[in-house]
């Protein structure tokens, strides 16, 4: 077996345990004689699998019964036109945070149903950075607030969750369960499930019972959130695979403890800025109280070492450390999966690239 260290953005490193277990179960899922993508999703077998998750999900975010947890084809980019689509009615207007690419794409499917504040404005900064909790300009009686706590491609990630005054949702896609968070904050959240949570394919929303009930119904049903929440994700056929791969990764985050987790993902992502602040040679690319912890981004001095920095770790098994072209440089993703050895390898590389080009 010949893995590489995968630093991709996403679809990212999912957990080797994960992907084996997976793999022994493929063709005869637990003597059930077919695979977990042939089974019906009425039957007890994926019952069982879909009900775990879920519930594994919430223990791990501390969510109680009042919350429900839903799964939505189309990634966090469909949540950015089904929230505008739901809450966002005629006559009322929805705060958004423009943070970033993923912020301003979201903030700009509301402008396309309503009428939205931007309350705060960072998206094109460089040094890339979060705003700053008194920069926000939350408007009063907003029917919800919109935030990013992590923005992926510029490497920035909110560390202190702001109150908004109004129901606060977030996407977080590219930071869940990967640092301690009050989930309580939010009356919704959701992730796109390839960066720290499973396959690609859906996007996992948790949201409050009481506020899916206050959704649109003159919207078709599919998009209306509470037919997730009344069918509990199964009014159709919900993508059973991609959910069995997120419930065996919630197990897998459970079985290595939340806080140990968390914990190294600090130690992760200080390791490589640790080698960056130690250099004239990179250069971070967000504000150091901003820095995120998932997605690691830097420069070097040009564009050319940038572009032999690559080549040179791509050779030697690291892959995917290009930066998004929006912000060019490397970008390291170490998601919760991205194992320790991995960073270990990257950091010594860094110092060698630096002696040999600095
Ligand atoms: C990747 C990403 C998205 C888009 O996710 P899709 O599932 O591809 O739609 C949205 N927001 C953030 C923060 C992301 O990192």
């Known amino acids: 077996m010949s893995r590489v260290y995968n630093f991709s953005a996403g679809p990212a490193v999912l957990p080797l345990e994960v992907l084996q277990n997976a793999q022994a179960d493929l063709v005869d899922y637990k003597g059930c004689g077919m695979s977990v993508m042939e089974m019906s999703h009425r039957g007890k077998d994926y019952d069982a699998i879909h009900q775990e998750a879920i519930a594994t999900f919430k223990e791990l975010c501390g969510l109680g019964d009042d919350w429900s947890v839903c799964f939505i084809q189309g990634g966090a980019s469909m949540q950015f036109a089904m929230i505008p689509m739901n809450f966002l009615g005629a006559g009322q207007s929805a705060d958004y945070a423009n943070q970033g690419t993923w912020s301003n794409k979201a903030l700009k499917q509301a402008q396309m149903i309503g009428n939205v504040n931007v309350v705060a404005n960072c998206q094109k900064d460089i040094p890339t950075r979060m705003p700053a909790n008194d920069e926000f300009k939350w408007t009063a009686g907003a029917a919800y607030s919109h935030i990013c706590t992590n923005e992926t491609i510029s490497g920035a990630e909110l560390k202190v969750i702001p109150d908004s005054g109004s129901p606060l949702i977030g996407d977080m896609s590219s930071d869940i369960l990967s640092c301690e968070r009050d989930y309580s904050k939010f009356t919704m959240f959701y992730a796109g499930a390839q960066k720290n949570l499973g396959p690609s394919g859906m996007a996992v929303v948790a949201i409050r019972k009481e506020f899916a009930e206050k959704g649109s119904t003159s919207i078709p049903t599919m998009l ?67 820095r995120s912890n998932m997605n690691v981004t830097w420069r070097l001095p040009t564009e050319e070492l940038e572009a032999q920095f690559i080549k040179e770790a791509t050779a030697a098994g690291m892959k995917s450390l290009k930066g998004h072209r929006s912000v060019g440089g490397i970008r390291a993703s170490i998601y919760n999966a991205f194992p320790m050895a991995g960073v270990d390898c990257l950091v010594d590389f860094m110092k060698e690239f630096e002696k040999k080009n600095g």
């Open 224 to 290: 209306q959130y509470r037919t997730y929440v009344d069918e509990n994700s199964l009014y159709n056929t919900p993508p059973t695979w991609g959910i069995y791969i997120f419930g065996e990764t919630m197990k897998w985050v459970k079985k290595m403890g939340k806080e140990n987790l968390f914990k190294l993902n600090a130690e992760k992502a200080k390791k490589i800025y640790d080698v960056i602040d130690g250099s004239g040679f990179y250069r971070g690319t967000a504000l150091k109280e901003y």
